[in-house]
Structure formats: C-alpha cells, structure tokens
C-alpha cells in the first residue's frame, strides 16, 4: 500500500458525458500528479500540482482539467468523454515539487467509455 | 489481471537467472532516470533511480546502467525471483522552467519461470 488512495477503482460511463476522479496523496506530500496509461499510448504524464498550484503540465487535452484543493486532495475532471479516454487513470504524490522525490503511486481509477 | 499495451517487449528468464531490461531514451537533456515496476492490477512502483552525472548505480538485488552517448539505460535483476514478474518501465525526466515532467518507455514484460 503506498498511501495514496484513488477514488472511484472503477467507473463506467457514455461518450459526452463528464466524470471527476479524486486522489488523496500520502500524509506530508505537497505534490499531485496525474497520468494517463492506455491500451495505445502507454502511461503518459497529464498534470502537476504542487500545494494548490499546478507546477507543470503534459499531454493533457483541453477537456481535461485538475485541481488540488487545500486539503492538498486532488481531482482530475474529463468532460465530453470519448471512446479513446478508456484508461486507467493513476494519481502519484511526493514531497517536493520535482519528481527527484520519490513519487508513490495510487492504484488507480479505470474509466470505460461506452 | 491489467495489460498495459498490445505489443510489450517480453522478456523470459528462470528463476535465479540475472535480468536485463533495456530502455533507449530520446531527450539528451533529460537529467534523472528512474526504473518503474508495475505488476498486474497496481500502480507502478519505484525501483531505483539514476542521475545524469553517473553510469551506474546500485540497489538491493538492481543495478541501473546509464550509457548517456547512445542514449541507454538498462536494469539489472539479480537472482530473479517469480515476485519480479511485472512490466517494467524506465522513466526520464525532462526539466521545465516551473516543473518536471516524465516521458515514459513502452515497458517490458519481465516473466519468471520456476
């Protein structure tokens, strides 16, 4: 068990629709990070944050969006979903702001898209 | 269990064999390496990491090699156990002005056979 928990484990839902997915990071850790793993694309960086600001962004698509809310939980929001957002999405906390801390990652939330 | 890409290099060993997974990285700039296991169903899991100052380094049962003029790292397992079956992913970190961020290999699918 790394101390991260993600929330829902697993969640099944219909293209345009809109989910939120919620990580809770290690007791300590200032920073959230969110990635993406596929079938096609492999595990993919989405989104930082760091103690309620985003420190640094990747492959994150304009219908995605994050927050970190001072409780230092995070929640990542994708709307108008589409058939290729089927992923398992990981969350991923560490101390500092820079992935030179180890990051621990969650267990993840799987998202179909039907 | 999770499968986490249709066309995963494999790799087979048996049980006590020594282990050499291979990663080719893209961005000559990258200055942090870090090998990740993921086994069926879980997040990854950090193995050992490796900056951009050195070639080699140690761990418990690991060593990361780091051949920064054709661009290589590889990860060694000694005495390979059925515990290290997983897929293997080697990480570098490429640097932004506010953050870091991780670009992640295809992974490799270690198999152990008692």
């Known amino acids: 068990d790394s101390g991260v928990t993600q929330t829902p484990k697993h969640l099944i839902t219909a293209t345009g629709q809109r989910v939120t997915l919620r990580c809770s990071p290690r007791?300590?850790?200032?920073?959230v990070y969110w990635y993406q793993q596929s079938l096609d694309q492999g595990l993919q960086f989405l989104i930082q944050y760091y103690n309620g600001e985003e420190r640094a962004k990747g492959n994150i698509l304009e219908r995605f969006s994050a927050q970190q809310f001072p409780d230092l939980h995070s929640e990542l929001n994708l709307s108008s979903l589409e058939l290729g957002d089927s992923a398992l999405y990981f969350c991923a906390s560490n101390k500092g702001g820079r992935v030179y801390n180890e990051q621990f990652f969650g267990p993840g939330t799987r998202l179909t898209v039907l | 269990g999770e499968s986490v890409g249709l066309h995963l290099p494999t790799l087979s060993v048996q049980e006590g064999d020594n282990s050499i997974i291979n990663c080719a990285y893209s961005n000559s700039a990258s200055d942090y390496f870090i090998w990740y296991k993921q086994e069926s169903g879980k997040g990854p899991q950090f193995i050992i990491d490796i900056r951009s100052n050195m070639d080699k380094r140690q761990g418990q049962r690991v060593t990361v090699l780091l051949n920064k003029t054709v661009k290589h790292l590889s990860l060694q397992i000694a005495a390979t156990q059925p515990g290290d079956s997983a897929v293997y992913f080697c990480?570098?970190?490429?640097?932004?002005?506010?953050?870091?961020?991780?670009?992640f290999g295809e992974g490799t699918q270690l198999t152990v056979n008692p």
């Open positions: 990480a570098e970190n490429e640097e932004e002005t506010s953050g870091s961020r991780l670009t």
């Open positions: 007791s300590g850790d200032l920073s």
